[in-house]
């Protein structure tokens, strides 16, 4: 068995909006024995997780399952090397910068171990 990362792409859809349109990427790890299987174990999750529902504002949100964008096999991989890369706009750039020091933060209280 081996290990993939697999990029999954959904459209979020709300019910009578006309906002932007909102995709979510998701990174998921796939075991399967071949890149093959891993394609089709990852596009049978997406579609299982296709989702509508109501929300606080009794509006209906849609999640709808676009496809795979990309497969990475762990086996293959170097120490470094990119998986994967996304492009963000922000109109306030310190505002973004500030957010992504807080995650840092964030992860880096959660890796620390207390004796």
């Known amino acids: 068995m081996n290990s993939y990362l697999?990029?999954?792409v959904f459209n979020i859809v709300?019910?009578?909006k006309n906002i932007t349109s909102q995709f979510d990427e998701q990174i998921r790890v796939i075991q399967a024995h071949s890149p093959e299987d891993a394609f089709i174990k990852a596009r049978a999750i997406g579609k299982r997780?296709?989702?509508?529902f109501i929300n606080k504002k009794n509006e209906t949100v849609q999640w709808k399952f676009i496809d795979i964008t990309g497969l990475y096999s762990l086996k293959?991989?170097?120490d470094g090397e990119q998986l994967y890369s996304q492009t963000h706009e922000a109109d306030d750039s310190?505002?973004?910068i500030n957010y992504i020091r807080e995650k840092a933060m964030l992860v880096q209280t959660n890796l620390l171990?207390?004796?």
């Not at 997780?49 to 509508?52: I, K, L, N, P, V």
């Open 94 to 96: 310190n505002s973004f």
């Open 6 to 8: 697999a990029k999954l």
């Open 49 to 52: 997780e296709e989702d509508s």
């Open 113 to 115: 171990t207390f004796a």
């Open 14 to 16: 709300i019910e009578n």
């Open 76 to 78: 293959e991989a170097k």
